[in-house]
């Protein structure tokens, strides 16, 4: 009776046993099978987390940076092409709605990018600046602008175009982010305002000296600005030797001096601004690009600044039939001469 008990026991647990490997083999084979599918699927998931997915984009965004909506515009037939971000002149001015007449070579190479700036443009017209506007807080925008692009376009560095005023806001990405960077292109840069507007003034009076109502406006104007009319006549007479007759009327001025309520103040700022004192090295690439008969910001100062100043690569560029208005004098010119520069110094991957 013993023994057949015993045998009954041991041929249970035969049957456990024999039950046990079927069903380890079976998980075995289950867990295979699933590492190769779920393996598969996370490869999957690397391979187009980094696969770079061409896409045709024209439109209008609109990203909170420092506070409120900013309008950016991104125009490209191919969104795998390097970002080119224009910084506007102004401040308080758009480039956005005239940038088909200086970016209609540039689209055949890059993802064009306009940005209003706050208080200009769409923008402002979308919400104005609750504070009153700052340099430094609109360098925190154009890093924020730029940390923007990045990430919605999927590319780790940018090339960065200043225009005029736009370059205050320009060098302060080269000095503190080069690393945003493949170049820097730097257009009628406001290098050593204070220098130039007093520059600017002495040319004024020797061309104006037989008029004598600008020789009056112009003697009046005090360098450092200490009135909204002193930069107004500075303006002025500036625009008025360009060709400009408008702006010896009441509604010129009437507008010039609006602006001035928000941005004299920035203004004042920018006249504190003095590049060879404060930024002789750089660790991006750097290219001017200078009107020869820029007298608004000194080609003469541009020229100086740009032989003393250290870069890994750096050129300039002159543009004879120029003014301050490059983009709008000679932009077959300046689009070619950036092509040039891109297609010569490809960025490191």
């Given at each position: 009776?013993?023994q ?15 039950k046990?490997?079927?069903?380890n ?9 699933l ?12 391979e ?25 515009e ?12 224009f ?12 940038a ?59 090339y ?61 104007v ?30 010129f ?11 004299s ?34 080609t ?25 208005q ?24």
């Open positions: 009776m013993v057949r008990k015993t045998k009954t026991t041991i041929n249970k647990i035969k049957i456990r046993v024999v046990m490997y079927i069903k083999g079976l998980l075995l084979i289950l867990l295979t099978i590492f190769q599918l779920y393996g598969c699927k996370e490869q999957n998931k690397k187009l987390k980094y696969e770079n997915i061409s896409v045709k984009i024209d439109t209008l965004l609109t990203p909170e940076i420092g506070g409120i909506k900013q309008v950016v991104i125009k490209t037939d191919d969104s795998n092409k390097p970002i080119l971000l910084l506007s002149g102004g401040p308080g001015s758009s480039m956005m709605n005239t088909d007449n200086f970016t209609n070579i540039l689209k055949n190479k890059f993802t064009i990018v306009q940005w209003d700036q706050r208080d200009a443009g769409k923008t402002l017209e979308l919400n104005p600046s609750p504070t009153q506007p700052s340099v430094e807080q609109m360098k925190k925008d154009t890093y924020q602008v730029m940390s923007f692009l990045a990430k919605e376009l999927n590319q780790e560095k940018i960065l175009l200043g225009s005029s005023w736009g370059n205050v806001l320009g060098f302060y990405i080269v000095e503190n982010h080069p690393e945003l960077l493949h170049s820097y292109f730097a257009v009628n840069p406001v290098i050593s305002q204070l220098t130039s507007e007093m520059e600017l003034l002495k040319i004024l009076k020797v061309h104006f000296k037989e008029n004598t109502i600008a020789s009056k406006e112009l003697a009046d005090n360098i450092p600005f200490k009135i909204d009319e002193d930069l107004f006549y500075v303006r002025k007479w500036l625009f008025y030797k360009e060709g400009k007759e408008y702006v010896t009327s009441d509604a001025k009437n507008g010039f001096l609006k602006w001035s309520e928000t941005w103040p920035v203004w004042n700022e920018v006249m504190n601004i003095d590049l060879p004192k404060t930024l002789m090295e750089v660790n991006c690439p750097v290219y001017f690009f200078v009107g020869q008969n820029d007298i608004q910001t000194s003469e100062i541009t020229e100086n600044y740009f032989k003393e100043l250290k870069a890994p690569k750096k050129d300039l560029y002159l543009f004879e039939n120029s003014g301050h490059i983009h709008h004098d000679e932009p077959e010119k300046l689009q070619n001469t950036i092509i040039q520069i891109l297609e010569t110094n490809k960025p490191e991957e």
